[in-house]
């Protein structure tokens, strides 16, 4: 008997082939293993050939996951032995690998003084190292990846080609020999940069971390693009990085050398802990216990991460603080992956640039993530997590694009029987952001051969995402924006059926035309109906008023209240002019932060939210009844900010737990699981408190982003359930 074996997923590029290869010679089964386009064939006969299946997946590599089997009988070939065999080219469907922080096995190595690659900075193997971001085509061979121009030695040769050993076709194997150099550049003259000369790779690192004791800032390239790095206890270097990106207080991620540092500074949970040691290694935002100044002013938590990169633990070698390490890249703009283009956008922002010759294909931010209790939640999905594939139980026709919103956005392809979710492209506000989504769509295209028959967009006519989908000679569904997100939830956790969906964040272009954002829903995989909403208000200052609330919010005060503020009659006037109307809760937040003393403006995306959370006090229980007959209203709780403004504790806690209580009221009145998702629930406090006390089964967003970075998601999902 022959049974052939075609498994898809990740299963490229992750040590599968070798795994198969052992297990199959343990049984002294004979055949072969090969990756195709369309994922991993094998082929085996002999006696333990119906035990080889269990076998494989007890003991699959770390980095791989199966999401389809396809077995066939067929009649014996009686094969001499178990070869791997090339690989072939067909229709493209395997999944991609994410990049991996680098492996336990790997940093052993490096620092073994008899080991060839002892402190070789870009050590890696099958179970770490690029892959996405140097990955020109499927399948995952070296010669399609932007390693094909370092030819291997023959001591690498010889491990690439052996099944046994943990680096055979790992693709970006090097050592001193046959890898990629770092190179150090310093600033001269005019703005310009020379590149210095050192004997030894490590000397080059040992040179970086001696200028950033001295408080210089550098620019360092990782997996998908540089970093800004300084060091993170120097105030002056803080804040110089700060005028010269022009970003006066948004909060900067911090790196650590490990988690005993992280525990210096930070207060920690155990779920906490598991995701900063994670092999994705993202950015987790986490309690402060010891404020660094400058870092994260106001608020009370930060966002840490490990070193990932060989680079990164070399250099923590010789320093014994955190650092800094922000995505090089003009605000709005993706993250910088080439050293001519970071010279050209940012030169005037570092003194020191540490690069090498691997090229980056794909750039790719650092992941972010929260923990929630025992879960947690996306917000940013990049490095580590992206692109991510999902298994589909039914055949998709016709493929099927997603181009997703205008903030946060990422794209979504469907087609077989996958989908696969982009990482994180940013806002499309610039023009560099605006190339970055155009070239990603292109890269997952040629990755795939990739055609789609529908694009799925937004309704906002406004969006770029849905300018570009209108001018395509392709067929072009809108979906609303917050339906979107409901439909995102519901993909991740394959739900069908009726649920009661709360859908809060900041702007979305709503069916009436209106700017929706605080929307309850009851919700099934093909209609709507929209059964209450934020009591709606004037958006004064349009979107210069998620900036600048203080017109906005006076305006909707009791007058004998709204009069202790400069600009009530301004306000007032204003309130009869023409703005859209909205239903927005981050809008509501921004009004209760500013009427409440928390803020005078926002200063960057979600400062209203963070303040509110830093102040909130469970042992306080009141609050105000929001919801209506028809609505719900929110105005009283205004009111209560202005009148207790300075009072912030109190505030803080009555707001969330009026938000909590509306959502409470609302699901009795309905035999309904729930669906939470949009960006406000990113808070987390909110969202802790919502599980507490809210006694209904409840759904929200994990491993996709709960913010519009799942948007193309809830497209592709809406897309795949009605016309397919």
């Known amino acids: 008997m022959r049974i052939k074996y075609l498994i898809n997923g990740i299963v490229q590029g992750v040590g599968f082939r070798p795994t198969v290869y052992k297990i199959a010679t343990a049984l002294n089964l004979k055949g072969y293993v090969l990756n195709s386009s369309n994922g991993v064939i094998i082929e085996i006969e002999g006696k333990s050939a119906d035990i080889f299946l ?6 699959l590599p770390p980095l791989a996951k199966i999401d389809s089997v396809k077995k066939e009988v067929l009649p014996p070939k009686n094969y001499s032995t178990f070869e791997i065999l090339t690989s072939q080219y067909t229709q493209k469907t395997t999944s991609i690998s994410p990049d991996i922080s680098i492996c336990d096995d790997c940093i052993e190595e490096m620092f073994d003084k008899n080991n060839k ?42 491990e690439y080609l052996n099944p046994l050993d943990r680096r055979y076709h790992a693709e970006p194997t090097c050592c001193y020999e046959c890898g990629p150099k ?38 360092i390239k990782g997996l998908g693009g540089f970093h800004l790095v300084c060091d993170a206890t120097n105030e002056k270097a803080v804040s110089e990085l700060r005028i010269r990106k022009n970003r006066p207080s948004k909060p900067f991620a911090l790196m650590f050398k490990n988690i005993e540092t992280i525990k210096k500074y930070c207060n920690l949970t155990e779920n906490d802990k598991q995701l900063i040691l994670s092999k994705e290694k993202p950015i987790v935002i986490v309690k402060k216990k010891k404020e660094l100044k400058g870092i994260a002013d106001n608020i009370d938590r930060y966002g840490v ?73 996306t917000m940013r999905l990049a490095r580590g ?86 001018k395509q000679d392709t067929q072009v569904i809108q979906l609303q924006h917050h339906i979107a997100h409901a439909y995102s939830t519901m993909f991740e956790y394959n739900l069908d059926g009726e649920y009661l969906a709360f859908v809060f964040d900041g702007t979305g272009y709503g069916d009436d035309g209106n700017i929706w954002g605080g929307e309850v829903f009851i919700v099934n995989r093909k209609s709507y109906k929209r059964i209450y909403h934020f009591k709606e208000f004037k958006l004064i200052g349009a979107e210069n008023a998620i900036k600048n609330p203080s017109n906005m919010a006076v305006s909707l005060l009791n007058e004998e209240i709204g009069n202790k503020f400069k600009n009530y009659k301004l306000a007032q006037k204003l309130k009869k002019a023409t703005f859209p109307l909205t239903s927005s809760m981050g809008r509501i937040f921004d009004m209760v932060a500013y009427l409440g003393g928390f803020i005078e403006k926002n200063e960057y995306e979600g400062f209203s939210g963070l303040m509110i959370e830093k102040y909130f006090n469970s042992e306080i229980d009141s609050y105000i009844p929001f919801v209506k007959k028809d609505e719900i209203d929110f105005i009283e709780i205004l009111n209560f900010a202005a009148l207790n403004r300075g009072n912030f504790e109190l505030i803080a806690t009555v707001f969330i737990n009026s938000i909590v ?47 519009d970075g799942g948007i193309s998601i809830g497209q592709v999902a809406y897309a795949i359930w009605n016309f397919n």
């Open 54 to 59: 269990d076998k494989l997946l007890e003991n």
């Open 117 to 158: 690659r002892y402190l070789f900075p870009f050590i890696n193997c099958t179970n770490c190292g690029p892959r996405y971001t140097i990955i020109k085509d499927i399948p995952y061979d070296r010669k399609n990846t932007s390693m094909a121009k370092f030819k291997m030695c023959k001591t690498c040769e010889k």
């Open 182 to 219: 770092l190179s150090v550049k310093c600033k001269v003259k005019n703005g310009k940069f020379k590149e210095i000369n050192f004997d030894k790779e490590i000397d080059k690192i040992k040179f970086i971390a001696k200028k950033i004791k001295e408080g210089k800032i550098i620019a």
């Open 305 to 377: 991460f490990l070193p990932y990169t060989p680079i990164h633990l070399l250099l923590f070698e010789y320093i014994d603080f955190p650092i800094v390490a922000t995505s090089a890249n003009i605000s709005d703009e993706p993250i910088v992956r080439d050293c001519d283009e970071l010279i050209e956008k940012l030169g005037n922002v570092v003194d020191y640039i540490l690069d090498n010759n691997r090229d980056i294909i794909n750039a790719c931010d650092d992941s972010v993530i929260q923990a929630i209790d025992n879960d947690f939640i």
């Open 385 to 470: 997590y992206a692109p991510k594939s999902f298994y589909v139980n039914k055949k998709i026709k016709p493929n099927i694009l997603a181009v997703g919103a205008n903030q946060k956005n990422t794209i979504s392809l469907a087609f077989n029987n996958k989908v696969i979710l982009s990482s994180h492209i940013g806002d499309l506000v610039s023009v560099g952001s605006i190339e970055y989504f155009k070239r990603t769509i292109e890269t997952f295209r040629r990755l795939y051969s990739f055609e789609e028959d529908i694009i799925i967009c937004d309704k906002h006519p406004y969006y770029e995402s849905t300018k570009w989908a209108k």
């Open 661 to 707: 209580e509306a959502i409470n009221t609302i699901s009795k009145m309905y035999n309904m699981d729930i669906i939470l998702s949009g960006g406000v629930f990113q808070n987390k406090t909110l969202l802790k408190e919502i599980l507490k006390k809210v006694n209904k089964k409840i759904y929200f967003n994990k491993t996709i982003p709960i913010n």
